[in-house]
Nanobody, 113 residues
Framework: QVPLVESGGGLVQAGGSLRLSCAASGPIERIYQMGWYRQTPGTRRNMVATITRDGITNYVDAVKGRFTISRDNAKRMVYLQMNNLKPEDSAVYYC???????WGQGTQVTVSP
């Protein structure tokens, strides 16, 4: 197994937007589910959004209507478009695959009030 590589995090004001990217080193079209998780210090890593290979998406209630997950199998990429960001969205965001890949180092998202 090899790690996924997350990028796109940064510092943004509340109400702003960021687009996170997750790159895989190999094919992902046969991977049933890809997802984004987030973690703050002292807490467990929690699911934010998932997408199946058929394009079925699932979101945690806190981000519904603001975040959109997508995947581009040809480019071996998974994205998380985050709009109307809130300070409580601040966390390290990680990409996860249901097989073949391990956690990456994550990307820090910080939302200022």
């Amino acid at each position: 197994q090899v790690p996924l590589v997350e990028s796109g995090g940064g510092l943004v004001q509340a109400g702003g937007s960021l687009r996170l990217s997750c790159a895989a080193s190999g094919p992902i079209e046969r991977i049933y589910q890809m997802g984004w998780y987030r973690q703050t210090p002292g807490t467990r890593r929690n699911m934010v959004a998932t997408i199946t290979r058929d394009g079925i998406t699932n979101y945690v209630d806190a981000v519904k209507g603001r975040f959109t997950i997508s995947r581009d199998n040809a480019k071996r990429m998974v994205y998380l478009q985050m709009n109307n960001l809130k300070p409580e969205d601040s966390a390290v965001y990680y990409c996860k695959a249901s097989r073949d890949y391990t956690w990456g180092q994550g990307t820090q998202v910080t939302v200022s009030p």
